[in-house]
C-alpha cells in the first residue's frame, strides 16, 4: 500500500540540528500512523517518535523528548523528525515506518524505508 524513502541523514557535530525527511508513494498514506526508528551498530532497534494519521498526536521516546519533533504533511505525502541538540548517542540508522497504530515497538508498523544514516561528532 506505500513506500518508503527516507533523507536528509549526514555528518553534524554534537549541539547541531538535523531534519529528516520520509517521502511516502502510496495513495492511502494518509491512512496510516507514521514513526521514526532508529539503530546503532550492534543494538536493538528503538522506537524513537511516532504519529497519528491526522497529525493531532504525537508520542517520543525519553531520550528524544525536548529535542526532536515529529510532523507530517499529508499533502505532500511525507513525514519529518526535526533533531535539535544532537548527542553522539544519537548516531545510528534512522528509519520510518507506516503502521495502524502509533505504538513503540517495531510489531505495529507495516511497512519500512530503508534508512538513512545519521552520525554525530564531537
Known amino acids: 500500500q506505500v513506500q518508503l524513502v527516507e533523507s536528509g541523514g549526514g555528518v553534524v557535530q554534537a549541539g547541531g540540528s538535523l531534519r529528516l525527511s520520509c517521502a511516502a508513494s502510496g495513495r492511502t498514506f494518509s491512512s496510516y500512523a507514521m514513526g521514526w526508528f532508529r539503530q546503532a551498530p550492534g543494538a536493538e532497534r528503538e522506537f524513537v517518535a511516532s504519529?497519528?494519521?491526522?497529525?493531532?498526536?504525537?508520542y517520543y521516546a525519553d531520550s528524544a523528548k525536548g529535542r526532536f519533533t515529529i510532523s507530517r504533511d499529508n499533502a505532500k505525502n511525507t513525514v519529518y523528525l526535526q533533531m535539535n541538540s544532537l548527542k553522539p548517542e544519537d548516531t545510528a540508522v534512522y528509519y520510518c515506518?507506516?503502521?495502524?497504530?502509533?505504538?513503540?515497538?517495531?510489531?505495529?508498523?507495516?511497512?519500512w524505508g530503508q534508512g538513512t544514516q545519521v552520525t554525530v561528532s564531537s
Open positions: 504519529i497519528d494519521w491526522s497529525g493531532g498526536s504525537t
Open positions: 515506518a507506516a503502521g495502524r497504530l502509533t505504538l513503540a515497538t517495531m510489531k505495529a508498523y507495516d511497512y
